[in-house]
């Protein structure tokens, strides 16, 4: 075995004489200039045995789009190669870091569009020989530029961030359907990516090396990719031949960015909730817009005059935004064109801890009616500004958020009211009649006028109680006359305001009103009284009969209602119980206040329940809806304790019944 050792010693050390002794032969024959060349062209394909492996690992990897630190550090040998050889293939549309371009093409084209990396190339090309052997080594990291050395300090994640390419594309226009009946999708581009220099066009048929493997169809009008590489990105864009009953092209939106997608969709959730709808308009509200709750940020938003966000809606049995729903400018050029809603749109610090959120009102719906929306938001803002939490920093191309669907509602008898100056957080449908129909400011002013009146009157009766004592001399060492007053405010424009429903409206928490008025259309008063329960006793015989001549039913919940306003038969939504509880909690005994016992109270207030986004059964002061998501933050806030308070009874509070 030591024998054995030995002669592989020697054969070795032979075999380094011989290949020293043909080097110095080399270096004899070698001017020293030309040696440097052969130093700094090492890599040309057929140059040596290396650079060619080299080539082809690169090329491999690129492919798969997964490039480790070793093929990022090929991929620039071969841009060196590829700037000495010559300019991209003709036919092919350079591409700037973060910048659009808009194109048009027709059916059964391609067209290719290349991201060059120079950047990159120029830096590394400044490197030694030495560098590069140590490159060669696997560990690309250690390859130091003076000008960055400081960022090669920040570790891994953000040198292979650097290396990350953002692709993405979205039809602004596509085909129209030649037929009125429409039952196919229509028809969608395909997205080609390469990160290979022996592909730089690709598309169909000319597929190898394709990051990802295959083709990406676009999905409503958007496609993206992400790849990691230092080589040039070539993009292929391919539209469809068309079938029967289609006929134009497309146009498109293509950008490539090294900092994060131009273009963005996001599948995950709306972003957006439903506040109310009524015949004609509908109210929704965005999540918070900043999880900075720092003043300047709040004030910054406030303060912006235009709001970056659009909302887009469509007759859901239309042919609507369908092949463009993913896509900002494809959305855009159908809402322009298909209908009469305007959209009135700004930032609010209502609705919940004075964060910005983007408020939308539509209006010009038609009563009865489904439709799609989808929020956009379309400006380029810095990031730092929009601030979104969890979700990817926001490219200049915007983002769309999922679509949803909402409904108007049939009558006029209710009607969406909100920014009322006293009871600001009041924002629902109320009851109402057609004489307010197109005057929000006459039927705001008659509820809240009440309003401000009532708690006038109150503030008077709490400043006769001792409330600016401290300690044992105060009413209660929980709560004292500011909590007070703000759950009376609470309650008063909750109860005060009722929060209305169509009368056809089915649900158990509904309370029906006002039923022996006629419909505001001139037909009769309804005489079915379906689909109401409450708890009086329902197996009483004579219940149907008398339900006309109860005073819960046969009016509206208030006086002024029916006497200033003049709703048809509608149904409401009750305030929730607890909002009582905290005002007999919150405030001194001297005020007496009291909430109705059952049964009366189950006609006045309503009681919250867990695991209900989509349907507010009970009434209180911000409930929003979910869209389309199962489960939710979407009930508000939830107070505790009130429980302890569920032995006070007494006479029902003036505005119970
Ligand atoms: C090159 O690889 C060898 C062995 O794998 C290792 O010891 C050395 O540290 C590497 N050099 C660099 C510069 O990383
Ligand atoms: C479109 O049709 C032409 C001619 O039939 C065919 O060569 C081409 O491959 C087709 N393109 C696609 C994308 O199917
Ligand atoms: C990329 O596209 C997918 C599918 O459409 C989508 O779910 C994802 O959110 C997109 N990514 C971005 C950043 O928009
Ligand atoms: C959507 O949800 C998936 C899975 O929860 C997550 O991986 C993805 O990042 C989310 N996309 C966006 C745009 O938030
Ligand atoms: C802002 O948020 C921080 C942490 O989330 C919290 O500590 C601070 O109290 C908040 N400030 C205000 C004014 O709400
Ligand atoms: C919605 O579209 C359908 C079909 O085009 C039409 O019958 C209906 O009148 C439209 N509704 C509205 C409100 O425009
Ligand atoms: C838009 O308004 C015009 C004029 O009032 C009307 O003729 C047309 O049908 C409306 N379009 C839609 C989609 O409602
Ligand atoms: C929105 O912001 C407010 C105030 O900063 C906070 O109380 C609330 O929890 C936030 N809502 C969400 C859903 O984060
Ligand atoms: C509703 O549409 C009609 C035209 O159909 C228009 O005259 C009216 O101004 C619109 N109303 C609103 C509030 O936009
Ligand atoms: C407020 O008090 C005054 C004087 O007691 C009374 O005339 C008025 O009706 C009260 N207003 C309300 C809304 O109760
Ligand atoms: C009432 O109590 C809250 C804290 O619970 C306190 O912030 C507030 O200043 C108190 N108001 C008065 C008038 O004492
Ligand atoms: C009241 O009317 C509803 C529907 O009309 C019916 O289902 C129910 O049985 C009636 N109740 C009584 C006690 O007759």
Redesign the pocket.
Known sequence: MSLRRLSRLQSRLLAFVLVNALLVIAYWLFTPTNFADAAELHSSPGDSLVGLEFLRRGEEEGGEGNADEDGGYVGDFKYFDRSLTGRAVEGVEGLEDGKVREVETLAGRVTHFVLERGTTAKRRRNLGVEEER?GV???EG?EVDEEEEDEEEEGLERRQNRNQVFVSVSSCRQPDATTRLRFEDPPQLSLYVSASDRNQQPGPGNEEGLVGGKAIPLVGGYANLSISTTNNVYIGVSAPNLTEGWQGGWQFEVAASTKGFYHSYNQNETFLFLIDTDSDSALFVSKNLTSNNDSATIDAWRDLTDSPFTMFAFNDTEWGARGLERSVCGLKSVFNTSNNYTVDNRITTKFGGGSPKALFHVQNLTADTSYRGYLVVDTDMTTSNLDFSATAPLGAGGRVWQQFIFTTKKDDSCQVIFDLPFCTNTAYAVPSSRKFKSDDAALISIYDAKAAAYYTNFTKSLSQIACETTGSAQYSLARNCTDCASDYKDWLCTALIPRCEDWSAKGDALQMRNVNSPFLDGSPPPSDFVSSTFALNRSSPDFNATIGERAAFAKSRHAFIDEEIQPGPHKEILPCEDLCFALVRSCPAQLQFACPIEPARSLAYGRRQDNTDTEIVCNFPGAIRSLNLRRSAAVGRVRGGWWMVGVVVGVGVWLGL
Do not use: H, L, V, W
Request: aromatic share 0%.
């Open positions: 140590r080594n696997g560990s250690e």
